[in-house]
């Protein structure tokens, strides 16, 4: 009984702390966002595409007014994708932002040139860390 008591503790301690975690991450509010346009997007964050767009990346950038969540999904081999923004909300232990990239449709006739799809999600400045799902 006595070697059973230190694992019966563990388990416990392991199940409160799951219990805990799963309400940090519960949504406290949608955050209000909008797509940056080109001509929205900040230098330093257009050299930051710059350099990594070959591949998938995530980041993020505070210019002190906005909070600027970038998502870019590497080299396709062709053009013709979008970028959805599936979930954005405010949760206890961060912000949580969730993209898709939807490919090309059968209709179109995308370009044989590869494209580097990428999205710049601009919010209220949250002082935050942003976690990417």
Request: a negative charge.
């Amino acid at each position: 009984m006595r070697k059973l008591l230190p694992i019966v503790i563990a388990m416990m301690i392991l199940l409160t702390s799951c219990k805990n975690d799963d309400a940090l991450g519960a949504k406290i509010r949608d955050i209000d966002f909008t797509i940056a346009s080109q001509d929205e997007i900040l230098k330093e964050i257009r050299e930051l595409i710059e350099e990594r767009q070959q591949d998938p990346f995530k980041l993020t950038y505070s210019d002190g007014g906005y909070l600027y969540i970038v998502v870019g999904y590497g080299k396709q081999s062709t053009g013709g994708y979008s970028i959805t923004v599936e979930n954005l909300y405010l949760a206890e232990n961060g912000i949580y932002a969730e993209t898709k990239l939807i490919g090309p449709s059968k209709d179109d006739t995308p370009g044989e040139a590869p494209s580097y799809p990428y999205i710049v999600i601009k919010i209220e400045n949250i002082d935050k860390v942003v976690i990417f799902n």
